[in-house]
């Protein structure tokens, strides 16, 4: 995909002085190594960011925030470089709709894991924001890749809403957002879901495993509703998508002496499946 | 407070154009100070010190809001102050050292395995060494800023503990290991308008007096972030140190313990969680304790850990939470009169926060029995339980090597002691190909 893409959509312009389409842009970088996960624009009120600077400002900031693997190679042995790339002038509708099956494929022929955008709003008193608040969507790529193959019937999209319940009001929209673990969650999810689809059972294993872990420390935090049952769902499907994974490696003689076969395909992530951590 | 160790002792040392030239601690079994500069191609440590700190230079990204001189500055200036709160927070300890590293190129970062692989070598067995790291991103006034830390003990000795099951030599012995020994800590927020305030602080509080009185008049000890710091400690009588510097003034510096006034540490909480992991290396270095009881460094390592999560809270940086419970469980778990319930709950409390980590999981599996009725392993339903969590651990990190030590080490013990409910049917099966996994990554 080279150059802007871009949807017309009737009623989308609730936001500044920005055009009323909706902007898929190329922010894969190219030559890049590893994998990316692409930060969009979000669509913001007035009371949100003044202008498209300030919203700009604040995304990159988040970027900086949740690209806490920058580090990873002087931390632990790793999968592989995750980026994070904010993709400035990209703004998603907010049913993520440009996510069609081409957009799809060519991201994740491209190695991209994870798409967020979504939308932000706050309350100003005397010029001051507070009471930030956002929607935002989770779109785990080859999740999403491989329900357009039909090979699961899960979309792969997840969406949040922040601030959490009991959680303290926030102006700043990083500190709102930043929430690097779910992030960890989706990214080995997606990462994982990769991997058993391309025949790598062992890695596939590990990353789903960690992710169901991950995914059900969101799902605890949730109180309920919409996104509560979007994460049980998302945790159940990669839970049985670990189990794949066991049975294709228990039939594959790559692993068949390995430490993988003392694992149950029934209950691959011994657990997690329950919801719950060790 | 206690006291930083009393005469008798002095360190010297001399800098030579930014790089430590020579170390010489007098003999004797006091505790020994000492800091120093070095750059990132040429890492020093002091050879001689129970605990060595090194910071490397806050490194920074590109940003639209500032140029590249003003965030090498910045960089710069953060850096030169936590090598100061880092220092006079660990002499508390006694026999400490601590090296700021700079770049002679700052388009290549500093590399912290380069580092850690270079100066390990120099530490002695037993003795433990922390690197402390970060980036910066600048947005305007704004500085966000992320710490990572990392650490390690000469002689290649690994941190872990032995946990055992029924009688020693007849029971079963497994191996806990802490889920991490780098981490990231929690990014945060500082404007330039806070760091201006807070060197300004240090000018003011870190004062160089001609005598052990806060009354006499000081002069403030300079941060100058683009020279190397030259200081050299030649004594400490309580709280006070007696500096010498070749280019700013000479004499006594207090070196508060009480570190809530210190406001880098305000706006860095991660210093206090540095302070607390040096103080784990130094109660367990081989070079003993003088001066101090291991259980007071222990209040401190607990006091220090408890600030930070208060101060970013458990979901911001769960692995460097996750970590510090294991610190603290590790701790409780070696000391004389262990607290083995209170310890296993500690690490019940690490695999919950990472359970992404094979290591912190397997640790929450293996001590797992001192939450439970049944401590005998040759119970059925104890197996189960603690190969469960082995099994858990093992689907996120197949080829974890701490989980299959210990699987071996369970199975064979089950297998030396048959059941009537064998967790089960085909152990053999399974230790063999634990064997084999345990022999494929030896090779």
Known sequence: MTGPRTIALAGACWMFALPAAATILNCRTAGQDGYTVILSEPDATPAAFKDAPEMRRAMNALQFVLDQGRDGQWLQPSNGAVNFVFCEGQRPVLDGREFDKTLVETLYNQSVLIEMWGSVDAEVAGGVRSRASAQINFLLVPVRFAANQRETALGGLLRLTYPEAGAPPTGDFVELLARPQDLDGFVAAALGYKALREGSFDLALGNLCRSAGLIARVEARLTGGRAKAEAAALRQFVVEAAGRALAAAKGDHRFQHGPLMLLDAADPCRGSAAGGGP | ?443
């Not at chain 2, 230079?57 to 030169?80: N, Q």
Request: hydrophobic letters at 40%; proline letters at 8%.
């Open chain 2, 1 to 443: 407070m206690p006291g930083l160790g009393g005469g008798g002792w002095a360190v010297r040392r001399s800098l030579c154009a930014g790089a430590l030239s020579a170390l010489a601690l007098a003999t004797g079994a006091a505790p020994a100070h000492a800091i120093g500069t070095a750059p990132c191609s040429d890492p020093q440590v002091f050879e001689g010190a129970a605990v060595n700190a090194v910071i490397l230079p806050y490194r920074f990204e590109p940003s639209p809001s500032a140029d590249f001189g003003e965030l090498k500055v910045v960089g710069d200036r953060i850096t030169a102050m936590v090598q100061l709160e880092v220092l006079f927070a660990m002499l508390k300890y006694g026999s400490v050292g601590t090296t700021r590293l700079f770049n002679e190129d700052p388009f290549h970062p500093c590399d912290p395995n380069a580092v850690v692989q270079r100066v390990i070598e120099r530490v002695r067995p037993g003795n433990g060494l922390a690197v402390i790291w970060g980036r910066i991103y600048v947005q305007g006034d704004q500085v966000y800023l992320q710490s990572y830390v990392r650490f390690a003990r000469g002689g290649a000795e690994k941190e872990e503990i032995a946990v055992d099951l029924g009688p020693e030599g007849r029971g079963l012995r497994l191996v806990g290991r802490l889920p991490a020994q780098a981490v990231p800590m929690a990014p945060r927020t500082i404007t330039r308008r806070d760091l201006d305030q807070i060197q300004e602080a240090f000018r003011r509080s870190i004062a160089v007096r001609p005598s052990r009185d806060e009354g006499a008049a000081g002069t403030p000890l300079e941060i100058r972030p683009r020279d190397p710091f030259d200081a050299t400690i030649v004594d400490v009588q309580g709280d006070w140190m007696k500096l010498e510097s070749g280019t700013g003034p000479s004499g006594w510096v207090r070196a508060r313990t009480d570190s809530t006034d210190w406001a880098l540490r305000r706006f860095m909480p991660e210093l206090g969680y540095f302070d607390a992991v040096l103080g784990y290396l130094r109660v367990n270095a081989r070079t003993p304790l003088a001066g101090v009881a291991p259980g007071t460094v222990s209040g401190w390592i607990t006091s220090q850990f408890a600030a930070y999560e208060e101060a970013v809270g458990g979901d911001a940086a769960p692995v460097a939470v996750s970590l510090s419970r294991a610190l603290r469980g590790f701790l409780l778990w070696t000391k004389p009169a262990p607290s083995r319930e209170e310890a296993a709950q500690l690490c019940a409390d690490s695999g919950r926060l990472a359970p992404h980590y094979a290591e912190a999981r397997a640790l929450a599996a293996i001590t797992g029995p001192w939450l439970h009725a049944s401590r005998d392993p040759a119970d059925p339903d104890t197996q189960r339980r603690i190969d469960d969590g082995l099994l858990a651990a093992l689907a996120v990190d197949p080829y974890n090597a701490t989980v299959l030590d210990n699987l071996e080490r369970l199975y064979t013990f089950a297998q030396a002691h048959p059941s009537p409910r064998p967790i089960h049917p085909d152990l053999a099966g399974r230790l063999a190909v634990v064997r084999a996994a345990r022999a494929a990554a030896r090779q």
